[in-house]
């Protein structure tokens, strides 16, 4: 049986996933990221590139290892 706690670390994950996803849109889509120079839109945007690398793994491997218990 999965242990509670993995499961609402999973939900975390997805919840966190999620959140950058739709960050993100909204960061391209609303400010401003030129090539050439560094804005708060490109510090926001690769802020939610870094955390949705990091959470994407997460959640798979999580997901993963609760199959396989």
């Not at 966190?16 to 960050?23: C, D, E, K, Q, T």
């Not at 804005?39 to 994407?56: F, S």
């Amino acid at each position: 049986m999965a242990d509670p706690r993995s499961r609402n670390h999973s939900r975390f994950l997805l919840v966190v996933l999620l959140a950058v996803v739709v960050l993100g849109a909204w960061a391209t889509r609303f400010l401003e990221t030129p090539v050439n120079r560094v804005t708060v839109g490109t510090v926001v945007a690769g802020a939610l590139l870094v955390v949705g690398a990091l959470a994407l793994p997460a959640l798979i491997l999580s997901t993963w290892q609760s199959e396989r218990e």
